[in-house]
Structures are given as structure tokens and as C-alpha cells.
């Protein structure tokens, strides 16, 4: 038994749980095939409804929920926000399992949309249990695990579908046992004792024998303490957990946005990081629409599990690889965001007028692996010199720009209340979306880049003239 408590004591238990929900929770086959699956015998949905009804229901959905959730993950201690992800995943993959009308299906929709708002519950709570100095290694786990969970599922998926060992509804039920085990695994997920706002971990010192100390110096004459006296014994030192009213924590949330924005830099950064991730979750979200349009008479979807991979783990390399480069991004930065997205465009535009499915795919890999990269970049680059708080406050942020902007996207570009376009014009609108960031971030970039070397040449005294001869004077 003391065995027992003392490894679930120890930072690799919660890790090792929380991994295994990541993994299992991930998993999921049909992906890669959703859009054959809506608009096939099983199903039979038209890619309109799909397009334009179905899918836009997501954006509005994960916007309207993500700041209750942001909120309620801290003030619940998150691990019941992550058991509550995991249930609604399961109704979520059970309403596409045994419904097929259009309603139901934007059900469907609203629920994954708390599902994704909810992900900051699972990248959030591993701090609460482990210490500062394990941060690196828990965060590089549960992020891994969770990108070999997406590539499992789009192999696995790839797999049953080409040698047709399964259909796509026994795929479905396939995926709610997995779901169930991961349900099962958030159970034991241990409760933490304190979050990033309303239940924060802080150090005090008994008041009374501090006042009594004080007291003691002041009697002494005023002057300083001797040595040692000043300084609190590590057993008056007690931890303690501050939960905070609502009110406070806005307040402070509302602070700490004003200063980490105040930077210009992190600014820039963030614009960057709103703006491409949202034209990303549009390219993502519709990307199949457009792969059955370009070849709408062959069977080619049957690979779209096998580009989901391979795009995967393109994505995790190109991430990694950044890691050991030695570019001083506070100077390069900007520019690479806009050289970079440029490529993005380009890639984008390519995907959209080929009327090759295998150029197409190509495409998505490396736009999907572009966006990855300068993610981590931009990632980096804001953590670098942020509290873990206002990191989250920061991501939180980010995140929720990105999705407003994305959500007047969809209302009214995609939606069929708003001018409902085909799919051709929609990637079109996406490429040039991400033409405009890329010339906007390459003119910021350059900027930076002269305003930088007119600032060394400033700093530089000039040197003074000699007079005729004077070296020979010197001695």
C-alpha cells in the first residue's frame, strides 16, 4: 500500500493518466473520411447542406462557449471540465452515429464546439498537479501523445477503409469504445488543489510571529535586524490555498491584459497568430469539401486518412526542427511570418486551381506543416518572458480573436445566411486572406529590420577627425 501511494504521490501518475486520455480521446478513424460520410448512402446529406447549414454551426459554437469554459475550467479545478469534454465527445461521435437529419447533425456540431473549447481543461491541468521544474517534460508528453493519438486514427482509419475491413458506422462504434476508455481513465485523474486564477498556491508567513519580530527590532532601537532575523524559518512558512471571488479575478485578468498587450512586440505576434489561425481552422474545416470537388468522379478519398498522417507528422517535424535553430527571431521574426505565410498562400492557391487531387493533397502538407512551424514560433516567442498565467491569459486571448474572426468569416462567406459560396470561391477567399497577412507581416518585417540597423548606425559615435601629422605627436 505504501508502494501504492507513494507513485501516486509522485508527477508521473497524473502524467501517465493524463496521456492515456490524450491518446485514446484522439484517436478517431472517421475523421479523415467525414464529408464521404455525410454526403454517402449513410447519411445522405448533399455537400451544400454540409457546407453551408452543417459546419458553420462549430465556429459559432466554440465562440460562444469558449470564455464560460475558460472561466468555469479554473474556478472547477479542471479535471471535471476534462471528465466533461470527454462525455460530450461521446454524445457528440453517438449523434453521428445513430442520426442523419440536418438539425441533428448542427447538434452534433455544437457539441464538438464545447468539446474544442474545452481542450484548455486538458492542456491546463497537468500544471495544477506537478511541479514548476517537471512543466517541460509533462507538457512535451501530453502534447505528443496527443499528435500520435490524431496520427493513429488517420493510419488506422486509412486502413479499414482501404481493404474494407469495417464501414463506416462500425468505425463509429469502434471509436465510442475508445472514447469509453478514455472516459473511464478521467475518473482517476487526481483532483488538484489549486488553479491559475481563483484557487492560487501561495507562500505566507505566520502574522502574529511576524509582527512580533518587527516588534522585537523596533524595540532594539530601529536599526537592522542581525543577521538571520529578517528572513522567516522555514517553519513558520505555510502553504496556503487563496481562492478568489469572480470579481477579483476579471479584475486581474483585465490588469494583466493590459500590461502583457502593452507590448508592441507580443502585439505583432499575436495579431499574426489570431489572424493565421484562423484562416488555418478554415482550411482545415473544409479541406475535404474541396478534395471531393476536385475529383468528385473517382474514388480518391479513401487516401485522405493517409495525407491526414503523413500531414501530422510533417507538422510535429517541422515543430521539433525549430527548436534547434539559432535564429534571433526578435529580429527575423516578423519577416519569416510573412515570407512564410506568403508560401501559405501560395500553397492555398495551388490547391484551389489544380485540378490534380495528388497536387492537391501536396498542398495541404505543406501548408499544414507551414502553419505549424511559425505556431511554434509564435508560441515561443510570447512565452519567453510571460508568467504560466499570463501565458494562458494570452493563449486564451489569442484564441478567442482567432475565432471572431473566423466566425464573420463563416457567417459571411460560408454560411448560407450570408452569401453561402461554393467551395472554389471560399479557397479563394482563404488564399488571398493569407496573401494579405503575408504582405503585411513582410512590410512589418522590413521595417523592423531598417528601423533596426538606422538605430545601430545612430548609437555608433562618429569618428573624430585627426589633424595633419598628429600620430607622429602622440609620444
Same mark, same amino acid.
Given at each position: 500500500?505504501?508502494?501504492?501511494?507513494?507513485?501516486?504521490?509522485?508527477?508521473?501518475?497524473?502524467?501517465?493518466?493524463?496521456?492515456?486520455?490524450?491518446?485514446?480521446?484522439?484517436?478517431?478513424?472517421?475523421?479523415?473520411?467525414?464529408?464521404?460520410?455525410?454526403?454517402?448512402?449513410?447519411?445522405?446529406?448533399?455537400?451544400?447542406?454540409?457546407?453551408?447549414?452543417?459546419?458553420?454551426?462549430?465556429?459559432?459554437?466554440?465562440?460562444?462557449?469558449?470564455?464560460?469554459?475558460?472561466?468555469?475550467?479554473?474556478?472547477?479545478?479542471?479535471?471535471?471540465?476534462?471528465?466533461?469534454?470527454?462525455?460530450?465527445?461521446?454524445?457528440?461521435?453517438?449523434?453521428?452515429?445513430?442520426?442523419?437529419?440536418?438539425?441533428?447533425?448542427?447538434?452534433?456540431?455544437?457539441?464538438?464546439?464545447?468539446?474544442?473549447?474545452?481542450?484548455?481543461?486538458?492542456?491546463?491541468?497537468?500544471?495544477?498537479?506537478?511541479?514548476?521544474?517537471?512543466?517541460?517534460?509533462?507538457?512535451?508528453?501530453?502534447?505528443?501523445?496527443?499528435?500520435?493519438?490524431?496520427?493513429? &486514427?488517420? #493510419? *488506422?482509419? @486509412? %486502413?479499414?477503409?482501404? $481493404?474494407?475491413?469495417?464501414?463506416?458506422?462500425?468505425? +463509429?462504434?469502434?471509436?465510442?469504445?475508445?472514447?469509453?476508455?478514455?472516459?473511464?481513465?478521467?475518473?482517476?485523474?487526481?483532483?488538484?488543489?489549486?488553479?491559475?486564477?481563483?484557487?492560487?498556491?501561495?507562500?505566507?508567513?505566520?502574522?502574529?510571529?511576524?509582527?512580533?519580530?518587527?516588534?522585537?527590532?523596533?524595540?532594539?532601537?530601529?536599526?537592522?535586524?542581525?543577521?538571520?532575523?529578517?528572513?522567516?524559518?522555514?517553519?513558520?512558512?505555510?502553504?496556503?490555498?487563496?481562492?478568489?471571488?469572480? &470579481?477579483? #479575478? *476579471?479584475? @486581474? %485578468?483585465?490588469?494583466? $491584459?493590459?500590461?502583457?498587450?502593452?507590448?508592441?512586440? +507580443?502585439?505583432?505576434?499575436?495579431?499574426?497568430?489570431?489572424?493565421?489561425?484562423?484562416?488555418?481552422?478554415?482550411?482545415?474545416?473544409?479541406?475535404?469539401?474541396?478534395?471531393?470537388?476536385?475529383?468528385?468522379?473517382?474514388?480518391?478519398?479513401?487516401?485522405?486518412?493517409?495525407?491526414?498522417?503523413?500531414?501530422?507528422?510533417?507538422?510535429?517535424?517541422?515543430?521539433?526542427?525549430?527548436?534547434?535553430?539559432?535564429?534571433?527571431?526578435?529580429?527575423?521574426?516578423?519577416?519569416?511570418?510573412?515570407?512564410?505565410?506568403?508560401?501559405?498562400?501560395?500553397?492555398?492557391?495551388?490547391?484551389?486551381?489544380?485540378?490534380?487531387?495528388?497536387?492537391?493533397?501536396?498542398?495541404?502538407?505543406?501548408?499544414?506543416?507551414?502553419?505549424?512551424?511559425?505556431?511554434?514560433?509564435?508560441?515561443?516567442?510570447?512565452?519567453?518572458?510571460?508568467?504560466?498565467?499570463?501565458?494562458?491569459?494570452?493563449?486564451?486571448?489569442?484564441?478567442?480573436?482567432?475565432?471572431?474572426?473566423?466566425?464573420?468569416?463563416?457567417?459571411?462567406?460560408?454560411?448560407?445566411?450570408?452569401?453561402?459560396?461554393?467551395?472554389?470561391?471560399?479557397?479563394?477567399?482563404?488564399?488571398?486572406?493569407?496573401?494579405?497577412?503575408?504582405?503585411?507581416?513582410?512590410?512589418?518585417?522590413?521595417?523592423?529590420?531598417?528601423?533596426?540597423?538606422?538605430?545601430?548606425?545612430?548609437?555608433?559615435?562618429?569618428?573624430?577627425?585627426?589633424?595633419?601629422?598628429?600620430?607622429?605627436?602622440?609620444?
Amino acid at each position: 500500500m505504501e508502494a501504492v501511494k507513494k507513485w501516486r504521490s509522485d508527477w508521473k501518475y497524473p502524467t501517465i493518466l493524463l496521456c492515456i486520455y490524450g491518446f485514446f480521446s484522439t484517436v478517431k478513424p472517421l475523421e479523415p473520411f467525414l464529408i464521404p460520410f455525410l454526403t454517402g448512402p449513410d447519411k445522405n446529406l448533399t455537400t451544400e447542406q454540409v457546407n453551408n447549414q452543417i459546419f458553420p454551426v462549430w465556429t459559432y459554437s466554440y465562440l460562444s462557449v469558449l470564455v464560460p469554459v475558460f472561466l468555469l475550467t479554473d474556478w472547477l479545478r479542471y479535471m471535471p471540465v476534462v471528465v466533461f469534454q470527454c462525455v460530450m465527445l461521446f454524445i457528440t461521435t453517438a449523434l453521428l452515429l445513430w442520426t442523419a437529419s440536418v438539425p441533428a447533425m448542427q447538434a452534433t456540431q455544437f457539441f464538438y464546439g464545447v468539446v474544442t473549447a474545452s481542450d484548455i481543461a486538458y492542456f491546463s491541468y497537468i500544471y495544477s498537479v506537478i511541479d514548476l521544474k517537471r512543466y517541460r517534460k509533462a507538457t512535451s508528453y501530453s502534447r505528443s501523445v496527443q499528435l500520435l493519438g490524431y496520427t493513429v &486514427g488517420s #493510419v *488506422l482509419g @486509412q %486502413l479499414l477503409v482501404s $481493404f474494407d475491413l469495417m464501414s463506416y458506422n462500425n468505425i +463509429l462504434v469502434f471509436t465510442l469504445v475508445l472514447t469509453a476508455i478514455a472516459l473511464l481513465t478521467s475518473f482517476f485523474l487526481p483532483m488538484p488543489q489549486k488553479s491559475m486564477f481563483f484557487h492560487q498556491r501561495r507562500g505566507r508567513q505566520n502574522a502574529a510571529e511576524q509582527s512580533n519580530t518587527i516588534n522585537a527590532s523596533l524595540e532594539n532601537g530601529g536599526g537592522e535586524m542581525e543577521s538571520g532575523e529578517g528572513e522567516p524559518d522555514a517553519e513558520k512558512l505555510e502553504e496556503s490555498i487563496v481562492t478568489q471571488s469572480c &470579481g477579483q #479575478v *476579471l479584475l @486581474q %485578468l483585465w490588469r494583466d $491584459f493590459r500590461h502583457c498587450y502593452s507590448s508592441r512586440q +507580443l502585439l505583432y505576434w499575436s495579431v499574426w497568430w489570431a489572424m493565421a489561425t484562423c484562416g488555418y481552422n478554415q482550411t482545415v474545416n473544409y479541406v475535404q469539401v474541396l478534395w471531393e470537388h476536385v475529383q468528385p468522379s473517382q474514388n480518391f478519398s479513401i487516401y485522405n486518412g493517409g495525407v491526414e498522417a503523413v500531414s501530422n507528422l510533417l507538422s510535429a517535424a517541422t515543430a521539433y526542427g525549430i527548436g534547434f535553430t539559432e535564429v534571433r527571431w526578435e529580429q527575423w521574426g516578423e519577416l519569416a511570418l510573412g515570407g512564410f505565410s506568403g508560401l501559405s498562400a501560395a500553397s492555398l492557391f495551388l490547391m484551389t486551381f489544380t485540378g490534380n487531387i495528388w497536387v492537391c493533397y501536396s498542398g495541404y502538407v505543406v501548408f499544414k506543416s507551414l502553419y505549424m512551424m511559425l505556431i511554434t514560433i509564435a508560441m515561443y516567442q510570447i512565452a519567453a518572458d510571460l508568467s504560466m498565467e499570463r501565458y494562458a491569459l494570452v493563449f486564451g486571448a489569442n484564441t478567442f480573436g482567432a475565432l471572431a474572426l473566423q466566425t464573420i468569416i463563416t457567417s459571411v462567406v460560408v454560411d448560407s445566411r450570408g452569401l453561402g459560396l461554393a467551395i472554389i470561391p471560399q479557397f479563394t477567399v482563404y488564399s488571398s486572406y493569407f496573401l494579405v497577412i503575408s504582405v503585411v507581416f513582410l512590410l512589418r518585417g522590413l521595417f523592423s529590420i531598417w528601423r533596426a540597423q538606422r538605430s545601430r548606425k545612430e548609437t555608433i559615435p562618429p569618428d573624430k577627425d585627426e589633424t595633419p601629422g598628429s600620430e607622429e605627436h602622440r609620444f
